[in-house]
């Protein structure tokens, strides 16, 4: 004879430890959910953390002066006078050498690894490539600063110079003698950093073409270069264009590479063979050594001015992206 | 043949013979670099490199602060970065997929991962290295975590989306609470994919110098102590080489190669973890 009031107490002990495991788990489930979310918040506020900070510490140069800071060339510390425009002017330029460079370079390495490249040459080539973004950029500069800006120094620059000397326009843009360092070296090297962004986005919406759509058109006869040209660009346009504004966002706020080689200095000429500077450049160069409240303020405005244009440059590189990502998803 | 064909066929054979030539171009580059360095880096590698501090101006000396140095912020900085990432990663892959929130910081993840490291070394010199009066070991693990952090999110919630569904509804039917699913089941899914993210993460923060430059600075001497400069390899480089002295220039190389090296190995064991998965 089983005593009945002995299992049912018994039970009952077994349902409220089973209550009490539940309670403890969902406990923990509801802490384990907030401590996530918060990482979210994190996110964001490191976000906000930037900006305000960024703004704040850009204030006392802001208020002294005001817009006039985007348009003067001086860059004077003794005197307490600072003007962004030639820092700007840079880093602009320095963007515009390297994607003209790299842009047309990377869409055709896209091509030859979607179109022409053996099967088997394909993952070693693109690892090979996406390695040249590995690359630490302070490489890039050491590199930058003692062999290429000599090699240019012998042997392009003299060449740029005699060629374009008796051309009217051109020869105030390449104008004055070789230094070796100078504008052009930087937008060559940041073309060569920015290179493997372009190509890996491009190889990846060219990659998401239809085959039919190819196979459509090298049925009605076209040429590789035609089906290039006419089916896959077309298609892939948004995300070809998503990928070069990546790129781009990453010139714009390349910082060691350009430092080593630019020059740093603070002025603006016609000429790509000279030196001048960039805002992520004058940053590095100087932040540490700035004394006086007006020029760090002066320098963080700089790199305000930097996380604007790039914020701009990257999200519509992401909108973009999105977009095409969309369309093949 | 007509010449139309002719001259189809010709402006297809130019526009691959570029194609190639793009290629080898940037091929080049990077078998350029490589071989400069070790031309240039490893004349100077020696046991000394490791054992000794750097020295001053004209006499013999190592990198082993420097190494040390960047051990110990990069250390920090993944410890630091890692668990938010994941965690937020984890919030937005399973618990928000769906939520508004979760498309915004994705959106300003994205932003975050390409945003200038040089900028984030301002904002940690000014939240951290103002109010502390110094720069410090700390600041410069923040402003490397800072970096850390969104690569790290964007991958753990790329791999969590890539488990499938049915593993989890397996999983909750058999009582498991929300939680315990994520981490006993999701995280080993994705472990693989996860872990390729961090040593992404750190490959890319160990040759990272902008963010050091006002934050963590540079010291001489060896240095444990977080809340005092420390010395680091990128920004050692920087320092040497940009210097005058021909044996300062010699170790920034002899640098420069121990840091392509394992950057590019880290890189190249994330890819071949990230590519097994994908077979299995």
Not at chain 1, 188 to 196: E, N
Request: charged share 10%; net charge positive.
């Amino acid at each position: 004879m089983v005593d009945t009031a002995l299992i049912s107490s018994e039970l009952s002990a077994a349902a409220t430890a089973r209550a009490a495991v539940l309670r403890r788990l969902r406990g923990s489930d509801a802490v384990f959910r907030i401590i996530t979310r918060m990482s979210v918040y994190c996110v964001l506020l490191i976000l906000g953390g930037v900006i305000v900070s960024l703004v704040s510490g850009a204030l006392p140069a802001m208020r002294t002066f005001g817009f006039a800071f985007l348009t003067t060339e001086v860059w004077n510390p003794v005197t307490d006078k600072f003007g962004a425009l030639a820092p700007i002017y840079g880093t602009l330029v320095t963007s515009a050498i390297a994607m003209l460079i790299a842009v047309p370079v990377g869409l055709m390495i896209a091509i030859f690894l979607t179109e022409i490249c053996p099967p088997w040459l394909r993952r070693p080539i693109g690892i090979a490539i996406e390695l040249l973004a590995g690359v630490p950029s302070i490489i890039y500069g050491i590199w930058g600063l003692f062999v290429f800006a000599p090699f240019l120094q012998r042997t392009l620059q003299p060449f740029l110079i005699d060629v374009f000397g008796p051309i009217p326009v051109l020869s105030s843009v390449f104008a004055g003698p070789p230094y070796g360092i100078g504008v052009l070296t930087a937008g060559l090297i940041l073309a060569v950093m920015v290179l493997p962004f372009v190509t890996s986005i491009s190889r990846d919406v060219f990659d998401a073409v239809p085959p039919v759509l190819k196979e459509a058109a090298y049925g009605v006869g076209c040429t590789t270069w035609e089906v290039v040209r006419f089916i896959v660009l077309p298609y892939t346009r948004v995300g070809v264009i998503g990928g070069v504004m990546l790129g781009l966002g990453r010139a714009l706020g390349e910082t060691m590479a350009v430092t080593f080689v630019i020059g740093n200095a603070h002025r603006i000429s016609a000429s790509v063979l000279a030196p001048g500077t960039t805002i992520s450049a004058s940053i590095a160069n100087e932040f540490t050594e700035a004394v006086g409240d007006l020029y760090t303020s002066a320098l963080i405005t700089l790199g305000l001015i930097l996380f604007v244009i790039t914020f701009i440059v990257l999200a519509i590189a992401r909108y973009l992206l999105m977009r095409i990502e969309r369309r093949i998803g | 043949m007509n010449s139309v064909y002719r001259a189809r066929r010709r402006r297809n054979w130019i526009a691959m013979s570029l194609s190639l030539v793009a290629t080898l171009f940037g091929l080049g580059w990077l078998v350029l670099i490589l071989a400069v360095l070790l031309w240039e880096g490893v004349g100077g590698l020696s046991l000394q490199v490791f054992t000794e501090m750097t020295p001053p101006p004209g006499s013999a000396g190592g990198l082993l602060n420097a190494i040390v140095g960047s051990l110990i912020l990069t250390v920090l900085a993944v410890a630091i970065g890692t668990p938010v990432g994941i965690l937020a990663g984890t919030h937005m892959a399973e618990y928000g997929r769906y939520e508004k929130l979760t498309s915004v910081v994705r959106f300003i993840n994205d932003i975050l991962l390409s945003a200038p490291s040089i900028v984030v070394g301002l904002f940690v010199y000014e939240v951290m290295v103002v109010p502390m009066g110094h720069f410090s070991g700390w600041a410069g693990a923040v402003a490397l975590a800072l970096i850390v952090l969104p690569v790290v999110v964007r991958t753990t919630e790329d791999m969590l989306n890539l488990v499938p569904n049915p593993l989890r509804e397996a999983a909750v039917a058999l009582g498991m609470p929300r939680a315990y699913v994520i981490r006993h089941v999701c995280y080993r899914a994705a472990r693989a994919g996860m872990l390729t993210g961090v040593l992404l993460a750190v490959a890319r923060v160990s040759g990272e110098t902008a963010p050091l430059l006002f934050t963590a600075l540079n010291n001489q001497f060896w240095g444990a102590n977080l809340n005092a400069p420390m010395p680091s390899l990128p920004v050692v480089i920087f320092q040497f080489a940009l210097s005058p002295y021909e044996d300062w220039q010699k170790l920034a190389w002899t640098g420069a190669l121990i840091i392509t090296v394992t950057v590019l190995a880290l890189t190249v064991v994330a890819r071949f973890l990230a590519a097994s998965r994908k077979e299995q």
